[in-house]
């Protein structure tokens, strides 16, 4: 469907050559598309780890029941930061890196629209990080007592009597939040208005339509969560009363502002995602995507639905029923679309040509443990089950399916896509196969056992728990060592692709369609100077 | 729409800029900046100047990063295509200032129509009546609020009403001024726009006096001083950018700058104060008035 | 790997993701028909 033929040849007399300084310097200024794509998944992948680093010493308290290795305080720290470092420092950034790198090469544009912006994007990710983080350094020379111990969700009215790390953690989110808008707005503008001449938007690639619609939604979302936790600032700094029941205001305000934000969050790691995994999926099956305009209207019914469930987080908090039944169904509509797009993937590949190749595995995996996610989130949308699951371990796993399965996992399919098209090397093929079984049995192993420890009644965010609750922890911290192992693999096997290894064609797939396979691998610094012309 | 602006292929390249250090150095004043708030708020010491010195970077960019786009303007390095992207990019930057004013409306409409009613009728597990002397009705601020006076609806906020629906007039003036090559009354148009924003800020600075020293009303007056301040206090800031960009773009039609074909930064601004216009109506119905 | 295949195995792999494909389905259905039968205590 979105198959682009072109008149005009991709790279004929285009190489002005790179203009850029040398060393650091090319980095700190540069306003090229593909040097920014290549900074936000390099800070991505080190984020990646950062997040990792601090799961795994939480899962190693949790190794058995008693306090061993670390004072609740610090654990509640690392819970909390451990996810807003991988949401917002790895998955989006990721994300961004994708959209910055693919989409000018895939719709035919000579750059983003807006490229020092673009700069500016990324430079705002480092200081936030910092931000985030700083806190836990601070403690060790005895000024606060570390980073945000809420949890990511930053709930009043604890975060209003938290410490010193809940002002530096609203600040990252701020400056998270300017960094996600500028890029949005690029991607929006790219998207609308550098389109090679020709490609209607029904002929736009599908990654682009996905990221069209993530953009969309941050756009809606982010400035809520920013005046949320302005909200937050002034409540706890210049005596508001927004979250404090005495002045008239309500705690449960601020959840209502936080997952207006929060729910459409979750789609915003995802639909990049979706995006991209019918490219994947019709290039390793060598047929057409199967379905686009339903996909496309499936990203737009689910990108809608998004920003009207939101209460369903927070079922157990006492709202009236008519507003729980409301919730939970709309919750549960998302589903349709939801299904639309399982069912598209599924088709592109039925008596498809299929061959396994890396990023196929990746592919395939995704959509066997999404779907674990989505049918356990039909589970948790139904208020009566909810109540019963809320703030247990079932949550956890549940959303490590959607965001580790659904989000990482596709973000690796993405690299081992595109990395030889960008670097022009083939990446280890076997190295890649064991990173992909290793991932998928040892990520299973550690969250499948938190469902059952989330059905058994094991609370989440506690660092001790009962005696019974003993084995599937051992099990599940075992199991999230060697998942976190494997990833070295995986930053080895870039690390090799990116200094050599066997030369890429073009075209790198045999089944791969569209405008960024006919330039060369890699393409030149500066590419569709000339716009290619859609037929 | 999007589809007639794909099919004719551009006749120039996309202005691509060169490198520039002026966004990094930007995020480098905004962490300064943030830091030396975090600070200041806990009581260290070095926070306000850690401020200044990011409000400094921040300052220093601005100037720089807008000159140098004013220089490329200027030198004709942006054409329709290039134009088109700015407007698409204002849009949407717009729209993100919309969903950022929709949070604060967001929490008026809770604690107007939800917590502060609840809290009125809110009974113990003894069956009895928690706060037996507070009624729940707005203005309100809360059960163990402070006592205030509310803002009336009909002296000053009338007033900046009227100033802010003209100002929104004379700047519309100005453009049509500018389509048409008429320089004095497009001067003369945002002369008067700059203005009024100056005297509706005025006017509001003399409320924020008289609400805190005369009527008791004050940020921390329950949910109806929280929401007063934070809703009227950012759309004064945003006057306030609004003023600065109207100010540089008067300069910039002083010294002859734009064309009634060419005039991005005009409109841009333009729609901006708009913007702000619109959500002073807003404010003015759901804050003061009702 | 980036294989590029002749059309004979080309064939045979449709014919193969075919036949997988209403495995599965045929197991998924299986196991969807057997939890039935499972009364919970």
Known sequence: ??????????????????????????????????????????????????????????????????????????????????????????????????????????????????????NWGFWLLPPAAILLTLPFTLALFGIGDGALATGWTFYAPLSVQGGLGVDF??????????????????????????????????????????????????????????????????????GTHFFDAAGGGDPILFQHLFWFFGHPEVYILLLPVWGLM???????????????????????GIGVLSVIVWAHHFF???????????????????????????????????????????????????IVLFGIAGLTGLVLADVAADAQYHHSYFVVAHFHYALFAGGIMGVMTGVYYWLPKWTGHMYDEKLGKWHFWLTVVSFNLTFIPQFFLGLAGMPRRIPDYAL????????????????????????????????????????????????????????????????PVVK | ???????????????????????????????????????????????????????????????????KVIGESQAG?????????????????????????????????????????????????????LWPDFTGAWPSAGPKGAQFTPMGAWGIPALNTALLLSSGVTVTWAHWALLKNKRTQLNLGLAATVLLGATFLGFQAYEYYHAYHELGLTLGAGA??????????????????GAIMLTVILGRTLKGHFTPERHFAFEGVAWYWHFVDVVWLLLFVLVYWL | MNANFTEAELAQRRTASRRMAWLIGAVVLAIYIIGFFFKRG
């Open chain 1, 1 to 118: 469907m979105s198959v682009a033929t072109t008149t005009v040849p991709g790279h004929a007399g285009e190489h002005h050559g790179e203009h850029h300084p040398a060393g650091i310097l090319r980095w700190l200024t540069t306003t090229n598309h593909k040097d920014i794509g290549t900074m936000y998944l390099t800070f991505a992948l080190t984020m990646f780890f950062v997040g990792g680093a601090m799961i795994l010493a939480v899962r190693a308290e949790l190794w058995q029941p008693g306090l061993q290795l670390m004072k609740p305080e610090f654990f509640n720290q690392l819970i909390g930061i451990h996810a807003l470092v991988m949401i917002f420092a790895a998955l989006m950034p990721a994300a961004t890196g994708f959209a910055n790198w693919q989409i000018p090469l895939m719709i035919g544009a000579p750059d983003m629209a807006l490229p020092r912006v673009n």
């Open chain 1, 169 to 238: 953690a609203i600040f990252a989110v701020h400056i998270l939040g300017v960094s996600s808008i500028l890029g949005s707005i690029n991607i929006i503008v790219t998207i609308f208005n550098m389109r090679a001449p020709g490609m209607t938007m029904m002929k736009l690639p599908l990654f682009a339509w996905g990221w069209l619609i993530t953009a969309f939604l941050l756009i809606a979302t982010i400035p809520v969560l920013a005046g949320a936790v302005t909200m937050l600032l002034t409540d706890r700094h210049f």
């Open chain 1, 278 to 300: 019918p490219h994947v999926l019709a290039t390793f099956s060598r047929k057409p995507i199967y379905g686009y305009k339903a996909q496309v209207y499936g990203f737009i």
């Open chain 1, 316 to 366: 157990t908090v006492g709202m009236p029923v008519p507003a729980l039944i409301y919730f939970m169904f709309s919750t549960m509509a998302i589903s349709l679309p939801l299904a639309v797009l399982f069912f598209c993937w599924i088709a592109t590949m039925w008596k498809g040509a299929m061959s396994f190749e890396t990023p196929m595995l990746f592919a395939t995996g995704f």
């Open chain 1, 468 to 531: 019974q609750f003993t084995e599937f922890n051992m099990i599940s911290t075992v199991a999230a060592f060697i998942l976190g192992l494997s990833q070295l693999l995986f930053a080895y096997n870039i690390w090799k692709c990116v200094k050599g290894g066997p030369k890429a064609s073009d075209k790198v797939w045999e089944g791969a369609e569209g405008l960024e396979w006919q330039l060369p691998s890699p393409p030149p610094y500066h590419s569709w100077e000339t716009q």
């Open chain 2, 1 to 67: 729409m999007t589809e007639s602006m794909a099919a004719q292929p551009h006749s120039h390249h996309y202005h691509v800029p060169q490198p520039s250090l002026y966004p990094f150095i930007l995020s480098g004043g905004m962490f300064t900046l943030a830091l030396g708030f975090i600070l200041k708020m806990n009581g260290f010491a070095p926070g306000p100047w850690v401020m200044l010195g990011g409000v400094g970077i921040i300052l220093y960019v601005l100037f720089g990063w807008f000159g």
């Open chain 2, 77 to 129: 390095a942006y054409r329709d295509w290039e134009d088109k992207s700015f407007r698409y990019g204002m849009v949407w930057f717009i729209a993100s200032e919309v969903a950022f004013f929709a949070a604060f409306f967001g929490a008026l409409f809770y604690v107007r129509t939800i917590s502060v009613p609840e809290l009125g009728n809110m009974v113990s597990a003894h069956g009895t009546t």
């Open chain 2, 224 to 241: 109806y001083g929280a929401t007063f301040y934070m809703l009227t206090g950012f759309h004064g800031f945003h006057v306030t950018l």
